[in-house]
């Protein structure tokens, strides 16, 4: 990621995940040549991943070496209204405010608030101590949300399509870690 930046810093790139679109041949080749225009390289390279992230709606809980999606097997008629159904990944309860974020910076993280995210990655981490439970979109039990979320004794549920969009801050929920429902207990 320092190369990243630097090529930020130098008015090369616009954002430093788009060096994420390259090979290490051409960010060495960009590194090298200050010529090398790392933006249309950027654009060719990266056409394909736009294309794709447009397609798809929801990205799957997992995908197996045979490229299997595995997604939760649960008819929304199963289940009483205001509970949705994820897969558990790390046990336990808990009710509290859901806190939607799209970003680890985007906003504070209160004591007892239900961390909602797409996925976490290690710079979430400290976003856990204040959280009473965790919901994610994207995630198995081996992903990072649901490891740190067994670490802190904190219940998580995985495989939600579209959470961003489905709660909204300060719904009260019950998380059920143990089975992966989540139930709306009370809407802003």
């Known amino acids: 990621m320092r190369r990243a930046d630097q090529f930020v810093v130098d008015g090369r790139l616009d954002q430093p995940d788009e060096i994420f679109q390259l090979s290490f041949e051409d960010v060495d080749r960009a590194y090298a040549d200050a010529h090398v225009d790392i933006r249309t390289l950027v654009a060719e390279k990266g056409a394909l991943f736009v294309k794709q992230c447009a397609?798809?709606?929801h990205f799957p809980l997992a995908i197996d070496s045979r490229g299997r999606l595995f997604r939760p097997q649960v008819s929304a008629t199963d289940e009483p209204d205001g509970t949705i159904v994820g897969v558990a990944v790390s046990a336990g309860m808990a009710t509290g405010p859901i806190k939607v974020l799209n970003d680890p910076f985007e906003k504070e993280v209160e004591p007892?608030?239900?961390?909602?995210?797409?996925?976490?990655?290690?710079?979430?981490?400290?976003?856990?101590?204040?959280?009473?439970?965790?919901i994610l979109e994207i995630g198995g039990e081996l992903q990072h949300g649901a490891l740190v979320a067994r670490e802190y004794g904190k219940p998580c549920v995985s495989g939600i399509?579209?959470?961003?969009?489905?709660?909204?801050?300060?719904?009260?929920?019950?998380?059920?870690?143990?089975?992966?429902r989540v139930r709306i207990v009370d809407d802003v």
């Open 112 to 134: 007892g608030d239900i961390l909602v995210a797409v996925t976490t990655d290690p710079g979430w981490t400290p976003l856990f101590i204040n959280a009473a439970a965790v």
């Open 161 to 180: 399509a579209d959470v961003t969009h489905q709660f909204e801050d300060g719904q009260i929920v019950e998380v059920d870690g143990n089975t992966g």
């Open 55 to 57: 397609q798809v709606r």
